[in-house]
Each structure stands twice: as C-alpha cells, then as structure tokens.
C-alpha cells in the first residue's frame, strides 16, 4: 500500500517536473537504420537541455550513455525524452546500445 | 556474436548474482528451490510482459515512466531484502546452529521465502525486460542472424550462470556458522547498491536532484560497461561517476538497515549463552 502510493506520489512528481521543464531548451536526435542523425549535437554548457530520441526503426534501441549517465530504451517507432545536464564544456559520446557498431554519436557541450 | 554475447552477459550477471547471494542465504531451507524457481519463472514472465508493453510504460508519466518503473522495481527489491535481514538477524543464530548440527532437523518452513523470491523475480525482471528487447531487436532487424544470435545468447547465458556458480560454489565452502554472517553482509551491500540505482533512475527522470554530478570518477580504470564494472555494480553498487545523492542514499540505505537489525536482533535466541546459563 506504502509502495503504491509512492509509486503515484512518484508519478505525479514526474508529471509535474517534466510540465515544469517543457521552457527547457530542446534537441531532436532520430534513430534511422540504427544510426543517429545528426551524430553530433551541440548544446549549451552549464544548462540543462531536454534531448527528444526519436526512433524511426521498427526495433527498439537503447541511448546509453555513461558520459552522460544515461541509459534509456527507446521502442520501435516511438519517441523519448532524456534530460541531460547541466555539462560542463566537453564532448560527450553516446551509443544505441542494441547496434553499437553503427549507433554512435556525441554530444558537444559548449 | 560475440557482442551479443557480452551484452546477454553483462544483462544475466546481475540477476544471477542475485539468484547465486539468495540460494547462498537459504542454504538449508527447505522448499528454497522451489521458491527460487517461482521467482525466476515470474521474473521471465513479467519480463516478456513489459518488454511488449514497453511502447505504454516509456510513454506514462509525460515519458519518465520507464524511469519510474525501473525505480520501483528496484525499490521493491530493497525493501525485500532489508526484511530478509531483518529477519535472519532474529532468527539467523538458531538456523546456523542448526545448521551446523549433523543430522539436526532443518527448521525450514517458518522462514519468508516469499520475500527472497520477489527480489529474485525483481532482478529477473528488469534485467530480462531489456534482454527481450535486445534480442528482439536483432531477431527483427535482419534474417540471416538468427545463428549468430542464438550462439551469442547462449555463450552470454552460460558465461553470466558459470560466474555466478563460481560464486555460489565459493560462499558454500563459507562454514556453516559464519555463512549466514556472510550473506548477510553481502545483501546489505547488494540492497544498497540497488537503492543507489533506483535513486539514480530518479535523477534521470528529474525527481531527485544529483547534488553533485560526480563525486568520483574511475570511468578510466573501471568503466561501467565492462564485465567487471557491471559484476562490482552487482555486488557492492560500483559507479564510476557517482552523484552525490547515490552516495547518500547507499550510506543511508546501509545504515537503516543495520539499526533496524540491532533492534530486532536485540531479543535473538542465542544458543551459546543459554546452554551455558543451563548448566551452570
């Protein structure tokens, strides 16, 4: 019972963190044929910015990176949001975990 | 194939680690195999669930729920096995000496075992989820793999089970009367570790704050994608980059667990003492 009601507790936080982060500045990354596009994104340093994965493949992928200690399953043709930062200048590599020898890509932080 | 094979490995090591710590706990109980295979058949199970409904769960909560859902899981598997702890630290005396009595009957039956086979079926569930996934995600991306697919799983299976036999083999040769200190220690530190995972799901989702992005970094020396990265994330809830509330959460996790074990271990029944309060 505890649990549940944590678990909406948790949820309506989610909820209203992720309505109160929609001002946050946004990138789009597409998953084709298990490549990002682009492979390099530039983002501010020192903010925090709201990255939207869009997977166009039929089969799930997952962002994982431990640069920017994310690790996220996106399903086929479906999109996610990952939160990352605030970074410090530096570059930042990702990959789809699923086909890491053609799924890479970096994050610049500026 | 063989990177299909270090991805089922680095998936399977977790759960069977986890599987490996709690039949090292049990051993002696009756029915534990029983319990664990519940445990195990539920975890696959959920996993299949969750990995065809992972469209649904990375949509919930404004697109956070597949963080939520990885939080609570392993929140419920924490809080399982702190009660285990909790328990054996009342109990734990009497079944080691037990235990160690050639031929003294087993006092299984009374114990949880419900409690082990839901962090059983947990760790199974969310490492399996992903698995699915991965696999599925091979299977479908192109014909002509399927070879190279099934050889990788099974070489990632059978490489994450023969790590953890080692360490199952090894806890065994623990004798009887500190194995259960042992283990206790062991799921103290893995129920730790597994709340500082959760709390890191939470910063991911935005729920908590970091404070603190990195409050180490060893990502040169032990990377976290590496065998031995995720076997010590297993073990004793190893990051690299360690924000600063996963390293709160851990101390705190540990110490919770031990004040509630000293307070509900204060009136254990201890063998020792009362069989030379008899005779004396």
């Known amino acids: 019972m505890a649990r549940l009601r944590f678990l909406a507790l948790a949820m309506a936080a989610g909820a209203f963190c992720a309505g109160a982060l929609a001002q946050d500045a946004s990138y789009t990354l597409t998953i084709k044929d298990h490549r990002f596009e682009p492979t390099e994104i530039q983002v501010p340093a020192g903010k925090k910015v709201k990255l939207v994965v869009k997977n166009l493949d039929a089969t799930p992928e997952e962002f994982d990176s431990s640069d920017l200690r994310r690790e996220k399953v996106i399903p086929g043709k479906s999109e996610a949001t990952i939160m990352i930062g605030p970074l410090r200048p530096g570059a930042y590599k990702f990959i789809g975990e699923f086909h890491e020898s053609t799924a890479k890509g970096t994050v610049v932080a500026k | ?280």
């Open chain 2, 1 to 280: 194939m063989l990177a299909t094979a270090v991805i089922v490995l680095r998936e399977v090591l977790e759960a069977a680690l986890v599987v490996s710590i709690v039949l090292a706990a049990t051993r002696g109980v009756r029915h534990r195999g029983l319990w664990v295979s519940y445990g195990v058949g539920a975890g696959v199970l959920g996993a299949l669930v969750v990995a065809a409904f992972a469209e649904k769960l990375a949509a919930a909560a404004s697109g956070l729920g597949q963080e939520i859902f990885n939080a609570s899981v392993l929140g419920i598997a924490v809080v399982m096995l702190g009660w285990h702890n909790v328990w054996m630290s009342k109990h734990g005396r009497e079944m080691a000496a037990s235990l160690s009595q050639v031929g003294a009957a087993v006092r299984g039956g009374t114990r949880p075992l419900y409690v082990l086979a839901i962090v059983v079926s947990m760790a199974v569930l969310r490492e399996g989820s992903e698995l699915v996934l991965f696999l599925y995600g091979i299977a479908a991306s192109g014909p002509g793999q399927s070879g190279q697919l099934a050889g990788g799983f099974v070489l990632g299976l059978v490489g994450g089970i023969a790590l953890s036999l080692a360490m199952y083999l090894g806890l065994l040769r623990i004798p009887a009367k500190r194995l259960f200190a042992v283990t206790g220690w062991l799921i103290l530190l893995l129920a730790a570790g597994m709340a500082a995972q959760a709390a890191a799901f939470l910063v991911q989702a935005d729920i908590l704050p970091p404070i603190g992005q990195a409050v180490w970094d060893t990502s040169r020396f032990v990377p976290d994608d590496s065998v031995v990265g995720k076997l010590l994330h297993t073990l004793i809830g190893y990051t690299a980059k360690p924000y600063g509330i996963q390293l709160a959460v851990y101390l705190l996790t540990i110490g919770l667990m031990l004040a509630l074990m000293r307070l509900v271990g204060r009136g254990a029944y201890k063998p020792r003492v009362d069989r030379l309060a008899g005779q004396s």
